[in-house]
């Protein structure tokens, strides 16, 4: 009885466990596809866990900083999700390659396309944003968002973590900034990624026919010495049959 009792304690205590430390690991996150540097462009993925058994999540908004505002924020289109983006005017416009900016994106809305649809319990899904150019005057940029359910239940991600402090139960998504390099390259966007990675395809093909070719070329050696030395064999076996004959 002891026993039976004993594991059954510590079964309850570990399923305790589980449920009071899982906020900590099952929020609303964003980080960078690659790097995101300072001064730089980066596509970041908001990943989105669905926390709730009983409910799917239909909604995502996520709000850009303010103290810091970036001048393109592009969204990925995803299937099954309607995307809007919303502009507020900026008390300091900014300037991006050399024009005027006196607007930026202030928030922008994932909503599932159809009843029936989102993050269903028991997944995650990723936001994709194209976002630039990153602050050069700060280590990190705050993204507050909000999760909604299917059965209305809203969830705010927004506590900022304080210094020293233990995370809060619902964090607001950080996205750490890395320093940009000594030569000033400030990180790629993902257009400039996809042309490297194309360049280094054809190199690759180009160094695959190479080698392909200095391989047939030496099977056509190998294989050219072979019947020389046949016939050169041959030529003898024929002069001595005369010389007996």
Request: hydrophobic letters at 40%; a negative charge; glycine letters at 8%.
């Amino acid at each position: 009885m002891k026993a039976s009792r004993l594991a059954a304690t510590g079964a309850v205590a570990a399923t305790a466990v589980v449920v009071l430390s899982s906020p900590a690991f099952a929020h609303v996150s964003v980080q960078a596809e690659g790097t995101a540097a300072k001064g730089g462009y980066a596509v970041v993925d908001f990943k989105v866990p669905n926390e709730r058994d009983n409910a799917s999540t239909t909604k995502l908004e996520v709000n850009f900083p303010t103290d810091h505002p970036l001048a393109s924020v592009m969204p990925e289109p995803m299937p099954g999700w309607k995307i809007e983006v919303t502009k507020s005017k900026l008390a300091k416009p900014l300037e991006l390659h050399g024009e005027q900016i006196t607007e930026a994106v202030s928030k922008v809305t994932w909503t599932a396309a159809t009843k029936g649809s989102g993050i269903q319990p028991g997944y995650f899904e990723k936001f994709p944003v194209s976002i630039g150019a990153l602050p050069e005057n700060a280590d990190e940029l705050v993204f507050k968002a909000i999760q909604t359910y299917s059965n209305k239940e809203v969830v705010r991600w927004i506590e900022v973590q304080e210094d020293g402090a233990e995370e809060p139960e619902t964090p607001a998504p950080v996205l750490a900034l890395s320093a940009a390099s000594e030569d000033g390259h400030h990180g790629s966007t993902a257009a400039e990624e996809a042309d490297a990675k194309t360049e280094n395809a054809a190199a690759t093909t180009e160094a695959d026919a190479g080698d392909s070719s200095d391989t047939t070329a030496r099977v056509l050696g190998v294989v050219g010495i072979v019947v020389g030395a046949l016939g050169v064999a041959y030529g003898v076996l024929a002069g001595r049959r005369r010389s007996d004959a």
